[in-house]
């Protein structure tokens, strides 16, 4: 029997599969997918942290289960740390990773930011653990680098095809290969740095 059950709170089908491909190793940890009769949790927190605590904590609220979630931001010097925790809807509600895709590269065409130099940006990911005794666990990843004047790649989702992570040979995240994107990836940081927390937890 494990020793502990996380429900993953993401709908995010993509980054359902992230969390599970990192948590999945922890020893005498079960994941389970989101219960699909559990509506969406508005996100109306200011901070990454808030953000994941609240879809942290109506998970476990709603299956009696802990739960995991993250917020993720993209912060772009030029645009002064913009979208941040409005990344996943900067071109508006609804919006495609395409329609963030293109806002992006559209805004900092408009602000000038041509040079890559210009075009600095880090990715930041808020990890939570939501208890059902009110205990709460959470750790950050982050990553620096640099926004791609165009779309390169198929790979991963979001930003990842015009995000281009430091030190590793100029490759978008959508250009490397999933175990690439994990290993330097913000998510990958702070879902490693979180399975070491949980692994302790569980020996």
């Known amino acids: 029997m494990p020793e502990l059950t996380l429900v993953i709170a993401s709908a995010n089908v993509d980054k359902a599969a992230e969390i599970a491909a990192i948590l999945g190793a922890v020893p005498g ?44 931001g993209l912060e772009v010097d030029a645009l002064d740390g913009a979208p941040g925790v409005y990344s996943a809807r900067f071109a508006g509600e609804g919006a495609s990773y395409a329609d963030n895709v293109a806002k992006m590269l559209a805004e900092l065409d408009r602000v000038g930011a041509q040079d890559l130099a210009a ?12 208890y059902p005794d009110g205990t709460e666990l959470w750790v950050e990843g982050a990553v620096d680098g640099t926004i ?13 095809p015009i995000f281009a992570p430091d030190g590793f040979d100029g490759r978008t995240f959508a250009e490397m290969t999933s175990d690439e994107k994990h290993a330097v990836s913000h998510r990958g940081r702070a879902f490693r740095a979180l399975a070491d927390r949980l692994a302790g937890a569980t020996r």
Not at 36 to 51: F, H, K, M, Q
Not at 152 to 159: A, E, I
């Open 148 to 160: 791609t004047t165009g779309a390169r790649g198929t790979g991963g989702f979001g930003y990842d």
């Open 119 to 130: 075009r600095r940006a880090r990715f930041r990911s808020v990890a939570f653990v939501a």
């Open 29 to 72: 940890l079960a994941l389970v997918q989101r219960p699909p009769d559990v509506p969406d949790v508005e996100e109306t927190g200011d901070t990454l942290e808030a953000n994941a605590r609240l879809k942290a904590r109506a998970l476990c609220d709603a299956t009696g289960l802990a739960a995991v979630a993250d917020d993720t």
